[in-house]
């Protein structure tokens, strides 16, 4: 299959496009040079290539990147971010392990609905009101934590049995989160580049007027998106449950900023219509990459969102210079 056969969003997922301006080739630069840094940094790490460490990166890289794919969407859709896929993860765990009487399937197909649910409402609000998608997020954020802690009156949620236990396996020897990641990248890609959905995505995400034009239903492409979003955070949401033998609001603290970091880093457009799920498998590799540095040199938790940040903000920055090409 030749480069122009392949549909245009798979060809921008994998190829990189060199720019032939002076200021594009100074910002390709700086990036292989970030990256490069890191390389060396990893390096010369003491302990960074323990199996210890390599154990916690990738379980690390797994749960972040399962939120990512799925913020993934959400950025596409051209909708920013949402602040609100940190509590998803966090609740949908533990209606996994409160469900899991029913059995592992049982319990699997009602954590998936509801956060399938719980996003798909916002990404209503968002796609057929064109309410700002940052509010909405933040609204949920609030609403989603407090019926939680009523519900649990702020207390974890604990399995009897072991019917999650296959979930900490092993799957032709890859741990279970990172064989969970790898298959939702794919799957993810496949849908993007492969279907009328993510087709329409990329276009909505560009121009929304445009796609209105063109005959599509923005508004249905938005709400699919955020249920796609949902679907992602709440297997990150059962694994991390599963992993921890307990369902607990603290659980998913933080993941909605490493995901929207792993994002940016992979190089999905902010402002959406470009960008693809095996970007953001990258980024989040990266991301992890960076958490696990900073804690080995002993940094604390503050120091670690404080360098992340940096990160980010350097991101948002050169991809402002890029696009004022």
């Known amino acids: 299959m030749t480069d122009q056969a392949l549909p245009a969003s798979l060809r921008d997922a994998w190829r990189l496009r060199l720019p032939f301006s002076r200021r594009g080739r100074v910002l390709v630069a700086i990036r292989f040079a970030a990256l490069l840094a890191l390389v060396i940094v990893a390096i010369m790490t ?22 990512a794919v799925g913020m993934t969407f959400i950025t596409l859709s051209g909708n920013i971010m949402s602040f609100a896929l ?32 719980i996003t798909g409402i916002q990404g209503a609000v968002v796609g057929y ?28 949620v604990y399995p009897q049995g072991e019917a999650a236990a296959a979930l900490k396996g092993r799957i032709l020897g890859i741990p279970m989160p990172l064989a969970a990641f ?18 329409q995505l990329y276009m909505v995400g560009s121009n929304w007027r445009a796609a209105l034009a063109a005959g599509l239903n923005p508004a249905r492409i938005v709400l699919g998106a955020y249920v796609a979003a949902g679907l ?11 992993r921890y033998s307990s369902g607990d609001l603290e659980l998913g603290i933080g993941y909605d900023y490493s995901a929207i970091s ?35 040199h002993g940094f604390s938790t503050q120091i670690q969102y404080l360098a992340i940040g940096v990160i980010v903000l350097v991101v948002i920055m050169l991809q402002t210079l890029a696009d004022a090409e």
């Not at 003491?46 to 939120?67: D, E, R």
């Not at 880093?265 to 540095?293: D, K, P």
């Open 86 to 117: 940190s509590v998803t993860l966090s609740t949908s765990g533990i209606v996994f392990i409160a469900t899991l009487p029913l059995g592992l399937p049982g319990a699997l197909v009602v954590a998936f609905a509801f956060g399938a649910a």
């Open 129 to 156: 009101f064109r309410a700002n998608p940052i509010i909405v997020s933040m609204a949920a954020l609030a609403l989603i934590t407090g019926g939680a802690t009523l519900i649990t009156q702020g207390q974890g």
């Open 182 to 199: 790898i298959v939702t990248v794919v799957v993810s890609q496949i849908v993007l580049s492969f279907t009328r959905f993510g087709r």
């Open 46 to 67: 003491p302990g960074f290539f323990t199996a210890v460490s390599l154990f916690s990166l990738l379980n690390t890289t797994s749960f972040i990147g399962c939120v």
């Open 262 to 296: 792993a994002v940016l880093v992979g190089g999905t457009a902010i402002s959406g219509g470009e960008g693809s799920a095996i970007r953001s498998f990258i980024g989040a590799f990266i991301i992890a990459i960076c958490q696990v540095l900073l804690l080995l």
């Open 232 to 242: 992602c955070t709440a297997l990150a949401g059962i694994l991390m449950a599963a």
